[in-house]
């Protein structure tokens, strides 16, 4: 019989749940994780009740972050108190236990992750399946502000490919979108990861009137500089100061728009995420296209999303979510695991984005910088 407290850490939407009381520092669970290594079937994967295997997870390791983009979060922003996140030691214990469920790709996100110390020592601890064949890929998503000092430790680590946020090369429109950021220190951690031997992937949020204009020269410096390129239609995710309407620029016209202009060649690439890949053949570039919003990929989603709070969130579009930070704390990696299983039953069939109407309210009220993409 499943122990009640663990059904009481399910919860369908945003009504408080109660903040889980400061529990111990966990050690990874190695006994767990290695259920899943090469060669041997997980103990149960996770699927969900629409017959959809759980393969992939993001795990935001803050929520804080160094830049204020416009199509994130307001300027004032209110992030969570150190107290309420959890610490390295935990976030690995948690990511043993998806390992040991089948979880094949992990990636480290925030917020900003690598504005918090020891990600590189959290990389290591999760790494470690890498060599054990239990995970295929550990892999990183950065504004690349403190890219630079870190990379070689994320290489160290076991992190081969980093996804670097860049939305503009101009200075003057970086600026502008982040608030506060400087491309210079964006372009200098790119160079430093390629130079530590990370592939390298850029994520262009597509936004109207602001950087349109930037989307060919951006891919044709990545088809240079031999980084693939994936652009990101704007999420309706927590309040913001502007209306995304404004800015909001459907993919399937630009794609369109780059077929007239180049041979673009459908691929059968996955990294594991939701982006559709083509080669670009002149440029021999590839490019993605992440479009929550014109073209649903909800049919054949794979992921779950971890909050730096250890709150498991089973849709990026909706408020289903589970305690885990809870379970691990009041019943070690027993409750935890059973804590999966009854999450996997309330995980959504698909998101519902709407960007159709002006000053309509977000999605969900969370940021984007809460679950990390």
Request: hydrophobic letters at 40%.
């Amino acid at each position: 019989m499943m122990p009640r407290y663990v059904n009481d850490m399910i919860a369908p939407g945003p009504p408080g749940l109660p903040l889980a009381r400061p529990g111990p520092s966990f050690t990874p669970m190695t006994s767990m994780a290695q259920t899943g290594a090469a060669g041997i079937a997980p103990a149960k994967a996770l699927i969900d009740g629409f017959g959809r295997r759980i393969t992939y997870l993001r795990i935001s390791v803050t929520d804080r972050c160094d830049l204020r983009c416009r199509y994130c979060m307001p300027e004032a922003m209110a992030f969570s108190p150190r107290s309420e996140i959890l610490s390295l030691e935990e976030i690995a214990a948690i990511a043993d236990a998806f390992v040991a469920r089948g979880v094949r790709r992990i990636r480290l996100t925030g917020g900003e992750p690598l504005v918090r110390r020891g990600v590189p020592d959290l990389a290591r601890m999760i790494g470690r399946h890498l060599a054990t064949g239990g995970l295929d890929e550990l892999t990183l998503t950065t504004n690349g502000t403190n890219l630079a000092r870190n990379a070689q430790a994320l290489f160290d680590a076991g992190i081969r490919r980093v996804n670097v946020s860049l939305d503009s090369r101009d200075p003057a429109t970086f600026r502008h979108i982040t608030r506060r950021g400087e491309v210079e220190k964006v372009l200098d951690g790119i160079a430093a990861a390629t130079a530590a031997g990370l592939g390298v992937k850029i994520n262009m949020v597509a936004l109207k009137g602001l950087n349109e204009d930037e989307i060919e020269p951006m891919l044709r410096w990545c088809a240079a500089e031999g980084h693939d390129l994936t652009l990101i239609e704007t999420m309706p995710l927590g309040w913001i100061e502007e209306d995304r309407t404004d800015r909001y620029l459907p993919l399937t016209g630009v794609r369109e728009a780059m077929a007239a202009r180049f041979t673009l060649t459908p691929l059968i690439d996955r990294t594991g995420g939701p982006a559709r890949y083509y080669r670009v053949e002149e440029l021999g570039a590839r490019i993605g296209f992440i479009t929550p919003l014109t073209e649903n990929f909800c049919a054949g989603c794979n992921r779950v999303r971890i909050t730096a709070g250890g709150m498991l969130y089973l849709c990026l579009g909706q408020d289903a979510r589970a305690d885990l930070r809870g379970a691990l704390r009041a019943g070690g990696p027993a409750a935890l695991d059973a804590l999966l299983d009854e999450a996997m039953t309330r995980k959504p069939e698909h998101h519902d984005f709407h960007i159709d109407r002006r000053g309509a309210a977000p999605a969900v009220a969370r940021h984007m910088s809460v679950t990390g993409g």
